[in-house]
């Protein structure tokens, strides 16, 4: 780079209201909009007459000149306590909203709105809010298109009540099932999770330049490579090397940026040593410098003040982000010392401007600054979300067992997760309106002709007393047992929680994951374990069928569940509505399309077990071979595929044919079943570079197609734009390419091609 | 750098007789001396008469006008094939390897004597070889003399049969204790393996640049970082960064640089990508250009020609190795072919020049090209060894039972490791003469006078059919119980292996270590939990003591034994005489004085628990803290110690008052016991530094101290000069330093001194 800025692009220029603005601004008043340091729902207290804001709050505003953000005005959850007896009403929160404006705006003397910052993990974390599948259940689509239609049903929610922007999950690769957090990511593969978060951010910010009332600004988190965590522990050290970075982590960034993501969010954990938020390379050097990216980096909440240890103090902390290149604090002390900071000299007026500047070009690209963005307090439900169907569902075992023939009269519903909606939401979500949501129970009542029966049969963690005897019962006396096993992220309004809002003290709770709550062993819990192997003697030799639907959150191993069931589905969480999409998928209304996006371990003492990884020269342990227990991009639906022999396209290519997406394989696809359906058809390619060592392969496009019993087609799947596969390649090399269903490929019959890259990833010195 | 040639540092010019040998050789001659192509146990038969060279030997020589090395001409061990049967007796070695010696002359234009290479990982892999506990157990020591003392009798057992080159394990660091070659690491902290290495290879090659005929060249084995590879699983990829690699992998090879170690063997693993035999940013900017070594670098068997796939062949694959800085290669085709890839520009003559220079200057130092190295025949034993005793072993819990009170009349000793010496080895190892060795039955019957009977119980790996009732009653009419538990990586000659030697089909055997021998699950194996549980079952409440003895390669866990036994002792592999030295340690007339090398996890799903790992905001799982079943450094000795609190050496230091290991702590020990003993006291720092996340705690240094009952000191513990921790460090920071008798320590009452660090590390740019 040549510019006098550095951490200036030719994009990167501010409007001239943005230079107006911050040239009458104080420091005060500029450190002012970089901090987010005030958690909305403490600050607005609601009574038998209306909403009171805090004093704290207004004083925080007159003290700063304004505020830069508002964190999580409209969050209800069991950590900030919030639920439908005090928390913000759907029909009041838009007015809540601009109260809270016009008050800040009353003690500021520029009179700048402060941005108001909303949790959107997979659907709004508001009362009322619109909730997703988890993170995870929407990489299962392998469906842009799907995951987009409903970000933006959010995205127009959240922009209702007034919120500017969403905190969205898909930075994160589900690299270890241990880690709790492997919910909010789309799966393990860079391809997948790059097209999933680039879709999710188009459609939640919408077309063009500026971000419209209907839409919002999201901030990505996390950047990055927190899914590297040592040991799955949540926030713990990625010892991961530049390669690793950029072919596997970084692609979803990338692909953000494209995007104009408003803003990313930097991770907790550190990468080599350095962590994100102290990381000028990652947040300068590669985010603005390299990639051009126009956007803020907002750092996690609390993060800042972690760095104070090993920096000195406080201050040294702030400094150290801000220099690094964090815009926008949350919760942190750190960012609210800069002043000092600047009078000590350990950052300068400048990076202060720049960061300022940022944060209200932000504003401006929502319309804040010259008052477009309005807001009008909507009837509820006003945003019609285009409903969660088994486009999530991912069938991975099925010896004829669905869908369920007509006419069954006895079903029994056993298992932790049989009976209640909690366990079928993930993390980071509002408690539901009374009434709300069908639990799988609810569903199959609702679905079935059947009498339906339930028993618990154990906890997810621990055992049940008398659960195993009593579903034992119950299963004799049925024709069908569905098992709803798996695990819960629910949060309660009795459990602990650290200072950001990550569980406490879960260990005593029922829980199996979410943010704080990461597992060792990622089989299926013992207490489960010894249900369904007492379920599984009890019909066995009768002619009961078992169907186990898992419901979880990350890679979590089914077996013996897999082995003793006739059928087996993974469900993830699939938000409120799931009971009844489960029982419409298990009766064949709708066929599972869903894919893995992960590779199941068969234990985690195997682990790494990514599909992905460098082809090892002896994948085995004395145990056996390496293999996972589900193989990512696995899963059956109701009618039967063949895949024919494989072609490239073209015969011949370059990487430019490459990047320009000319470049894939043609293979004739057949349903030779009985039924319509659809089916993933995968492109994986293995890479061979002189002295490299290759992937033993890696997902560089699918395609999905739907054909009726009998039919047949000629498919076409394309290299998608540059491949995360190619990130940090330089020089020449051959790939070879295969088509398959899922990822266990072989690559004894793949077709060849030379090409030479020169990637993105490649001429970064430093990172 | 500013040489013309930047692969060449000033120390590392040739002799004059080196230059004018290399200006006489042909190309084809040059690169025969680049070739270890031939394994010597398949060219030499011994008949009734004598030994006899195969005519490939002689057909090699010929063709390349001499051999550059012969790989294990003495090796003996189930791969080879090589026995007491077969094999080159002890007495005819020397005069064998002079008949190989005298036949290559003869068909060499130039006479150049072949390197003849031997594996000594932790003694001389041939017929008669010394042995010592495997490196593991060598690290448990602590005692850089113990271990330079041992390892300069079996280089000069070596020299006395005509070897010069030792392939030496060392430079490994036991990262992940699923890894089979576990065993071969000086433990998992970067300084105890950096000074137990360059002890060994200073021990092995003596003083002064000539290495005489008492001594042996030394190549230390692997560069680099082949212990983080993934899941444990060998030659997996190491998925590290920069700051790991030179934190925790690279230390123990800048000290066997400053050892001037002769040679480095590069690794079978790639690092985040580039396989170590390809890495020019490993092998010559960082080990030649960086660090100024001398030596060569050898390849691993094979690992050449596993490049050629992604290289595009094998021609391309030899050429990609030398230019990265490999000079010899070790059973490959691909440096067979370097004429063609002369011919075909993929390599230019310099290189070719440059590796020949090198292998001739290691044949120059070892006297080889002036005829000063002569070997006579010796009567064995020749060497005396210094025995193997307890200090190696360690103690992890003793409730009382040890030493063996006097006067015990009835032993059982029970496990699958009770009454065999083949256990006690480790791999790498050649057969015992016929009666050699002493199992730990047998060492129990020599020591005590009590009555000693043996049961298996189990077998490693899996159940013994009747073994858990035959020692339960044996166990019943014991008033001790020895334990013998744990692993074996004995190798057997009707076993399959490897191209490499590595174990293959060793599922079906009863191993668990060694290489090709991973394990995914570390704790005890379920057949010897029961045998532990059923026997702790039938002796519960009858006063009988439990004493447990772990034999093992890895950091094994030893749960439930651990929880039962009433002593617990880690014996890592001991070596022949370990029976013998586990008697007379648990009788207490040797003092177990050991620690732990390692950190023991509970459980391969809780992994890594290195005690060094990046301080984790939250250590957990939701089944509990992470913490180790047993800490690096801890180890108990039959005596009780207090330290007081510690003081600071002096109370302001600079960086370079720790280079030249000035800097520490100064704390009163006190044995408090009645019996004279000997503790390790352990100095842990914890650096911390603006935006870098510290380590939890750091090694620095460690001081053995031996006092008599109630004695008291003050005992100084100085900082290592350029500790590992430092490494990575480039800037200013605060270095906490605390003392303590193992790893779990805390820093709450820590000494704290500033520092300005520039480590060599740091200005490394592309490694």
């Known amino acids: 780079m040549t510019m006098t800025d550095p951490a200036r692009t030719t994009q990167d220029s501010p409007t001239d209201r943005v230079r107006e603005l911050l040239a009458r601004m104080t420091t005060r008043e500029k450190v002012g909009q970089l901090n987010q340091r005030l958690f909305g729902w403490q600050h607005v207290r609601r009574t038998r007459t209306g909403y009171v804001l805090s004093e704290e709050l207004l004083a925080h505003a007159e003290h700063w000149g304004g505020i830069g953000a508002v964190y999580g005005l409209h969050r209800a959850d069991a950590w900030s306590g919030q639920s439908w007896s005090n928390g913000i009403a759907p029909e009041a929160a838009a007015e809540v909203t601009r109260q809270l404006q016009d008050a800040v705006a009353a003690v500021s003397r520029l009179a700048v709105p402060a941005l108001i910052v909303e949790e959107a993990p997979h659907g709004h974390q508001g009362l009322g809010g619109t909730l997703l599948p988890t993170t995870i259940g929407q990489a299962a689509t392998f469906d842009p298109e799907w995951v987009a239609e409903r970000a933006a049903a959010v995205a127009a929610e959240l922009a209702s009540v007034g919120a500017h922007v969403a905190l969205v999950s898909g930075l994160d690769l589900a690299r270890d099932p241990r880690w709790g957090r492997s919910e909010e990511c789309f799966g393990e593969d860079p391809l997948l999770a790059a097209e999933l978060t680039g879709a999710t951010v188009a459609a939640m910010q919408g077309e063009g330049e500026r971000i419209d009332a209907a839409h919002v600004a999201v901030v990505v988190k996390h950047l990055a490579a927190q899914g590297a965590a040592a040991g799955g522990r949540n926030a713990a050290s990625a010892v991961i090397g530049r390669r690793e970075l950029h072919e596997i982590h970084l692609p979803p960034a990338r692909s953000a940026v494209l995007a104009d993501a408003a803003g990313f969010m930097s991770a907790y954990n550190d990468i080599d040593g350095v962590p994100c938020s102290a990381n000028r390379d990652l947040l300068t050097g590669l985010l603005r410098q390299q990639w051009g990216s126009r956007g803020i980096v907002m750092s996690d909440m609390g993060a800042l003040d972690r760095l104070a240890g090993p920096a000195g103090g406080l201050v040294e902390a702030g400094a150290l982000a801000l220099n690094a290149g964090v815009d926008m604090s949350m919760g942190d002390v750190a960012f609210t010392l800069l002043e000092e900071a600047l009078a000590r000299g350990l950052v300068n007026e400048a990076a202060i401007d720049l960061a300022c500047e940022r944060v209200l070009r932000l504003k401006d690209r929502l319309g804040l600054l010259d008052g477009t963005r309005s807001v009008e307090a909507p009837a509820r439900p006003r945003f019609p979300v285009p409903p969660v169907d088994a486009s999530a569902l991912v069938l991975v075992k099925n010896d004829g067992a669905l869908p369920l023939p007509p006419g069954i009269e006895r079903v029994a519903v056993i298992g932790p997760n049989s009976q209640d909606v909690g366990c079928l939401l993930g993390d980071y979500v509002p408690p539901l309106p009374a009434g709300d949501g069908v639990s799988i129970a609810e569903g199959l009542v609702q679905t079935l002709a059947a009498e339906v029966r339930c028993e618990r049969g154990s906890m997810v963690r621990g055992e049940l007393p008398g659960g195993i005897g009593r579903a034992v019962d119950l299963a004799r006396w049925a024709e069908v047992v569905v098992l709803a096993l798996g695990g819960s992220s629910r949060r309660r309004y009795d459990g602990e929680f650290e200072d950001n809002g990550a569980a406490a003290g879960a260990e005593d709770l029922d829980v199996s994951g979410g943010e704080g709550a990461d597992l060792a062993d990622v089989r299926l819990p013992g ?18 069928r078992i169907v186990t639907v898992m419901v979880t959150g990350r890679a979590q191993g089914a077996s013996p569940a897999l082995e003793l069931s006739d059928a087996l589905l993974y469900a993830w969480y699939p938000g409120p509505d799931g009971g009844r999409v ?23 003492a195997e682990l790494p077990v990514t599909y992905d990884r460098r082809l090892e020269w002896s994948p085995r342990y004395l145990t056996g071979p390496v293999s996972p227990e589900t193989p ?26 490459v990047d320009a997406g000319r470049v894939g394989v043609r293979v004739r696809v057949t349903n030779t079943g009985r039924r319509a359906g659809s089916q993933v058809v995968q492109l994986y390619g293995r890479l061979m570079v002189p002295g490299l060592a290759p992937r033993t392969a890696s997902l560089l496009g699918h395609s999905r197609v739907r054909l009726e019993p009998g039919e047949s087609r000629e498919v076409e799947v394309r290299i998608a734009p540059s491949p995360p596969a190619l990130a940090a390649i330089d020089g020449p090399g051959r790939l070879a390419l295969v088509a398959g269903l899922d990822s266990s490929v072989s690559f004894d019959e793949a077709v060849e091609i030379d090409l030479v890259v020169t990637a993105a990833g490649a001429d970064s010195a430093a990172l």
């Open 582 to 604: 489960i029982a419409e998928t298990l009766i064949g209304n709708d066929e599972p399309a869903g894919r893995m996006p992960v590779s199941v371990p068969r234990s985690s």
């Open 632 to 657: 990512f991009g696995a899963g059956l639906g109701y009618t039967s595929w063949t895949l024919g022999p494989v072609e490239g396209v073209p015969a011949a290519a370059g990487i430019e044919d």
């Open 527 to 544: 207490a489960q374990r010894e249900l369904v192997e007492a379920v599984a003697e009890a019909v066995a030799g009768s002619g009961t």
